[in-house]
């Protein structure tokens, strides 16, 4: 009898996980190939694939749900939600919550009107003209130069206008803008200016009363590991942005 109890014993020792993983509420606007949920309530997108699997190694179990991007910021800097996907760092932001280093950093780039480009080669060439941009996006360089950036509320309708003759030019995002405008019929009806006029280097956040900085300095390090490996280049090929993953010349 002894020895069968034992062997229950036993038995249980090995099949109950030593250490079960920490529940976590993770936050995401939906902006594929970025970040967005999954049907499984699994983060996915690029953002999301490499943070739940560095996460999961930390030891986390994360479930993710859509929040406007207004209310995502608001969320993780109160504490609502644990982590934040798909974040962009400023130094006020950083004062309310932990971020990590950039998992993609996208950047700004300009197209025109097929036939109808400009010469630029600095941030000054740019002033006079008609520039586009996206309702609610940043655009510090050009503000800093002072060049005015005409809001629309989606790239659909600023390529519409730069075709139209509305624009001399439009900011597009040199990962999901572009791909997606190679995959219309309209790709060879624009061409692309060689210079960058910004970076968004995107990342997470991580809740100050759940994660230390300890915390965030090993997942960096974890992210450096990801990024350097064939995970990552298959998480960029699952997502179809392998060839839009580089960096730009900037315009200074």
Known sequence: MKKICLAAVLTAIFTVPLSAKEALTLGTGDSLPFASVGSNGDPVGVLGDTSDKILEEMGYDATATHLPFARLYKSIHKGDIDVAIGVLRTEERAAQAHYSDPILTAYNI???????????????????????????????????????????????????????????????????????????????????????????????????????????????????????????????????????????????
Not at 137 to 156: H, I, N, Q, R, T
Not at 206 to 217: G, L, M, N, P, V
């Open 110 to 252: 300009l197209i025109v009107k097929k036939g109808q480009s400009f010469d630029f080669a600095s941030l000054t060439d740019l002033k006079g003209k008609k520039i586009g941009g996206r309702r609610g996006f940043a655009y510090p360089a050009l503000d800093s130069a002072g060049v005015a950036v005409e809001p629309a509320k989606d790239d659909e309708t600023n390529l519409k206008k730069v075709l139209g003759g509305r624009l001399d030019a439009a900011i597009f995002s040199s990962i999901a803008s572009l791909s997606r405008l190679d995959e219309s019929d309209q790709r060879t009806d624009v061409e692309l200016l060689p210079l960058a006029v910004g970076t968004v280097p995107l990342g997470i956040a991580f809740a100050d009363e759940k994660f230390s900085a300890e915390d965030i300095a090993k997942f960096n390090e974890m992210l450096i590991a990801f990024k350097a490996s064939d995970a990552y280049s298959t998480t960029l090929s699952r997502y179809g942005i392998t060839d839009y993953v580089k960096d730009w010349p900037i315009a200074k």
